[in-house]
């Protein structure tokens, strides 16, 4: 029906271009055998706590050395690394209920602190504040309880 396999990684078009198709990348070399963990060296172990230490979040070292956010907090507890309280402060939350009410959505407002949409929405429930619908209409009390049964 217009496709001809020649090889796996190969698809000819009846009348077009060939398109090549790559096979998945891993995301570190070595052992692909589900035994096999990738692991920080002990310079790098002490490069990680350094820059948590320093102010990185979990998420950004994460990023930085290409490993889960999970493995990162792991790193940490195991170096019996105190671990920062996210969230916000009580002047944040009062900027977030403003924000939020001037029509910024909750992930905008928490790019812009650098928490989670669910940790400002948590916050601003704490303040009584009605949530809107995705439509931007406030939530009646029933498509409120509704979303929080989820």
Do not use: C
């Amino acid at each position: 029906m217009g496709l001809t396999w020649h090889n796996p990684n190969t698809q000819v078009l009846a009348e077009g271009p060939e398109l090549t198709i790559q096979p998945p990348t891993l995301r570190h070399s070595g052992p692909t055998d589900s035994t096999h963990r990738f692991r920080l060296d002990d310079a790098q172990t002490q490069q990680l706590i350094a820059s948590y230490q320093a102010g990185s979040t979990v998420y950004q070292l994460a990023d930085q050395f290409d490993i889960e956010r999970r493995t990162v907090s792991a790193i940490l507890h195991r170096h019996e690394v105190p671990m920062r309280r996210r969230g916000l402060t009580d002047n944040q939350i009062d900027d977030a209920k403003r924000l939020y009410q001037q029509g910024w959505s909750l992930a905008r407002i928490g790019n812009h602190m650098n928490v989670t949409a669910d940790t400002v929405r948590a916050r601003l429930l704490e303040r009584d504040v009605i949530m809107r619908d995705t439509q931007g209409r406030p939530r009646t009390e029933t498509s409120t309880a509704a979303g929080e049964s989820r």
